[in-house]
């Protein structure tokens, strides 16, 4: 599969495929409000604005990847996820190795932090290879009221 790989333009229009993508690749997430996906994306991104990439495949974006500030001024967030008809196909390894360089801008940062769901096993062995170690776990349960 031929993937191209570029820096995300920020439009509203490639913003709501990259939550169509997060929402595919998690259907039990609430559905976010296609009005609103910029300001979520750049409030979380302040500092990395331009650390945000997305895979292409025949003209539709594939998969993205990017930097998001972390808990401390000295650790970022990595966050990204590939359509699930693009996976074990290179996309994510191509984003990674992509976030990887642009990692070597930052020469502060200490820690980079991924996450997954638990339930996301293929999410959990994709950065487990990636050599992130497993440190906390947060588990959320529906109840009835």
């Known amino acids: 599969m031929s993937v191209y790989i570029e820096r995300w333009d920020g439009q509203h229009h490639s913003a709501c495929r ?15 409000d296609r009005a609103h996906v910029l300001n979520l994306i750049s409030s979380r991104n302040r500092g990395y604005e331009n650390s945000a990439f997305v895979a292409w495949n025949k003209n539709q974006i594939c998969g993205f990847a990017m930097i ?3 808990p401390v001024d000295d650790a970022v ?3 990204g996820a590939v359509d699930p008809e693009k996976q074990n196909q290179g996309v994510g390894t191509a984003l990674l190795k992509q976030i990887n360089a642009e990692l070597t801008r930052f020469p502060y940062l200490q820690m980079v932090n991924a996450e997954t769901f638990e339930s996301c096993s293929k999410g959990i062995r994709f950065i487990k290879k990636a050599g992130f170690t497993e440190s906390d776990q947060l588990y959320w349960n529906i109840r009835s009221v």
């Open 18 to 32: 990259i939550f169509d993508i997060v929402e595919l690749c998690h259907p039990l997430l609430p559905k976010a």
């Open 68 to 70: 998001f500030r972390g």
């Open 77 to 79: 967030k990595v966050v």
